[in-house]
């Protein structure tokens, strides 16, 4: 859990800004949506240079989510998401020389360079995965909570869809289950108000996707998804009330991507004016002024981790541009698994 309890105590007449959340928990967030942005930034300009291919789907203007979810989460807590999916390791704490590897097809890559940008994996942060498929991962998500839940464990999963998954019918059978089991599981709707082109108004008489989880007597909130304070704010409490035996909490993320869909959609469904409004709202920048009204660090620190965190990504890049090329015999690895268990036979 992050550090909540330094207060700011200064007097009124103080220039600073009254927080609940300590220094540390800022400036952590701040450094670690910062190297999302620049590592997302540079996979744009890899993908126009054709370094790799497949499908990218960048994570800029979304950062807070996963600031905040971090700084809120217990340490062996699980994570799935969908195919938008390279900041959410970064995020947890794997090297991004190896997500960028992967994006390569690179043998250092996070999968070994077999899942490429939409399927991100890391066993030793809990990250179950990017999963390409509209709505895959929302019943993965209460299968890997009713995993724990059967083996008596505490632990939390946080299962992240986009808007446009929510109209997925197994969205619903999931959250039937999961409600009528008590699963420990966080839904997460990634709202960015757009299903690749398509608005929430277009495809839904509901707006207030929180709504759904009602339907199924789900806690469920809206959360303004830009600033990280409200999102670790609904991300400790949603997960106290699963850890607590309670059942399932939905979170609808209300934030906004200011890239098209993928790297292949010009985005013309929307206005300049609209993109711009949303940028005004900027989670970085909301949490560098916070930074700067309590003099935590002045401009030459900016600029000085601005630039170790280009560095850091360059350093990725040349990572993974040197990393081997899958041999052609490993096309017949990680295929099958095959455990001890009894019922399998070799």
Known sequence: MATKTAKNTKSKSSDKEKTSFSKDTYLKWYESMLLMRRFEEKCGQLYIQQKFGGFCHLYIGQEALLAGMVSAMAKDDRVITAYRDHAHPIALGTDPKYV???????????????GGSMHMFDKERNLFGGHGIVGGQIPLGAGIAFADKYRGEKHVTYCFMGDGAVRQGSLHETFNMAMVWKLPVVFVIENNNYAMGTSVKRTSNVHDLSKIGLSYEMPSKGVNGMKCEDVHEAFAEAAEHCRSGKGPYLLEMRTYRYKGHSMSDPAKYRTKEEVENYKQQDPITLTRETIE????????????????????????????????????????????YQDDYPYVKA
Request: hydrophobic share 25%; with cysteine; aromatic share 10%.
């Open 100 to 114: 960028m590897a992967e994006l390569y097809g690179k043998t250092t890559g996070t999968s070994k360079g077999k």
């Open 293 to 336: 009204k309590n003099k935590w660090m002045d401009e030459e620190a900016f600029k000085e981790m601005d630039k170790k965190i280009k560095k850091q990504v360059e350093e990725c890049v040349k990572f993974a541009e040197e990393s081997p090329d899958p041999k052609p015999e490993e096309l017949y690895e990680d295929v099958y």
